[in-house]
């Protein structure tokens, strides 16, 4: 049977389904409309409890996450992880960066590319950046690396549930570039919040790619998409 999986294409005012069997409308603009309303209410409203936060409460939070994320076997099997250059009040990702590379590990940033997909470099202490359109520092020079050959990646997020469902900055880098995710899961996706997880339902598109687990304020939470597994 063909794989299904999940893209978003917009033909005029209707949102299609892209798969290798059929092509036919998913979603009606209304919506469609009512989602990125919903979530556009809540990126504000944890955008400014995250802001809130002052260095001591973020340093502490960046403590917990690593000390976190040391317990987990997908840290400890992982050879390739991609993290995100940290901006705009975003959970930080140096600990983990710098711990990464003490333990021998490869770390990547991601790339934005022209069809908003990304793909990842290589990236280390001395590593050339230059920002990208967004004013975030990406890797200047090296191999473009596919995003399937990474085998954890730290996401950035504005809020997120405990079935995985996560709200980003609303540009859907992720979830294009992991829309593989759908059939395949080798690659773990792992969040990083620096506030509670949600404990209502987010809103959620067909497309929308679910983590596996999620770094807390104060501990990892495995999913409970990834838990049905």
């Not at 033909?11 to 919506?31: A, E, M, T």
């Amino acid at each position: 049977m063909p794989t299904l999986y999940w893209r978003a294409l917009t033909y005029g005012h209707v949102y299609y389904c892209d798969n290798q069997r059929d092509k036919g409308p998913i979603v009606s603009q209304k919506k469609k409309q009512r989602i990125q309303d919903k979530k556009e209410k809540l990126r504000q409203a944890f955008n400014s409890a995250r802001a809130s936060h002052t260095s001591l409460q973020k340093n502490l939070i960046a403590h917990r996450q690593l000390t976190a994320l040391k317990r987990t076997s997908a840290f400890k099997r992982a050879k390739r992880i991609a993290l995100y250059y940290s901006v705009n009040n975003e959970a930080c990702t140096q600990l983990i960066f710098e711990h990464a590379l003490r333990s021998g590990k490869q770390c990547f940033l991601p790339c934005i590319q022209d069809d908003k997909h990304m793909h990842f470099k290589a990236h280390h202490r001395t590593t050339p950046l230059t920002q990208n359109r967004y004013r975030i520092p990406e890797p200047r020079f090296g191999k473009r690396v596919h995003s399937r050959h990474m085998d954890l990646v730290i996401t950035p997020l504005t809020s997120v549930d405990s079935h995985g469902t996560r709200i980003g900055m609303g540009g859907g880098y992720y979830d294009r570039t992991f829309a593989f995710k759908q059939r395949a899961r080798h690659t773990q996706l792992i969040g990083l919040s620096s506030t509670p997880v949600s404990q209502q339902r987010l809103p959620k598109d067909p497309w929308d790619i679910q983590l596996d687990g999620v770094l807390t304020p104060s501990t990892f939470l495995k999913t409970k998409k990834s838990a049905k597994h």
